[in-house]
T-cell receptor, first 112, second 113 residues
Framework: GAGVSQSPSNKVTEKGKDVELRCDPI?????LYWYRQSLGQGLEFLIY????????KSGLPSDRFSAERTGGSVSTLTIQRTQQEDSAVYLC??????????FGPGTRLLVL | ELKVEQNPLFLSMQEGKNYTIYCNYS?????LYWYRQDPGKSLESLFV?????AVKQEGRLMASLDTKARLSTLHITAAVHDLSATYFC?????????????FGRGTQLTVWP
């Protein structure tokens, strides 16, 4: 079956611009996660959605970052007024009650 | 906050040799994962370990969990080049079946002939 998909696969933007990253989870998975992977920081948790519950936003690094999940499926991560330190690979994962998180291919973001 | 430490961070080994990667974590958890990442690729789930003493094996890789010592190991037997990748352990908050994972920094494994 289809895995987690993310778009775009690569994004180059100028400092100060806003970007939107999209994640399509595995069908039927109730939980969706965003992580960021960068050379200096390893893999960092950003945000987690579970069903209709309020999301766990505890990993968002600043108020420039936000995410939403519509209809319990697709999620969009938005970064406003991008900075060079936002350059990283943004990974989305989803899981069912079995709890193993399955990761998408990631979006490679470069802020110039 | 839960801390996860892996070592070594870099591992270069000859084909046919054995080695062990270690993963220590700072607070109680009963759910630990091992992932593999190839360069430029995403993370692939290898193992999930759910209880003290759990052991899982797949091919040349074997993972184990000691929840009392807060330690997991990933043992490589008779390494082959195809095992070259970065391996991450990740730990879930105690009492959670779903939730954020805390990752180690990864072990970059290179297997040479």
């Amino acid at each position: 079956g289809a895995g987690v998909s993310q778009s775009p696969s690569n994004k180059v933007t100028e400092k100060g611009k806003d970007v939107e990253l999209r994640c399509d989870p595995i069908s039927g998975h109730t939980a969706l996660y965003w992580y960021r992977q960068s050379l200096g920081q390893g893999l960092e948790f950003l945000i987690y959605f579970q069903g209709n519950s309020a999301p766990d936003k505890s990993g968002l690094p600043s108020d420039r970052f936000s995410a939403e999940r519509t209809g319990g499926s697709v999620s969009t991560l938005t970064i406003q007024r991008t900075q060079q330190e936002d350059s990283a690979v943004y990974l989305c994962a989803s899981s069912s009650e079995a709890a193993t998180q399955y990761f998408g291919p990631g979006t490679r973001l470069l802020v110039l | 906050e839960l801390k996860v430490e892996q070592n070594p961070l870099f591992l270069s080994m000859q084909e046919g040799k054995n080695y062990t990667i270690y993963c220590n974590y700072s607070t109680t958890s009963d759910r630990l994962y091992w992932y593999r990442q190839d360069p430029g690729k995403s993370l692939e789930s290898l193992f999930v370990l759910l209880s003290n003493g759990a052991v899982k094996q797949e091919g040349r890789l074997m993972a184990s969990l000691d929840t009392k010592a807060r330690l997991s190991t990933l043992h490589i037997t008779a390494a082959v080049h195809d095992l070259s990748a970065t391996y991450f352990c990740a730990v879930l908050d105690r009492g959670s079946t779903l939730g954020r994972l805390y990752f180690g920094r990864g072990t970059q494994l290179t297997v040479w002939p």
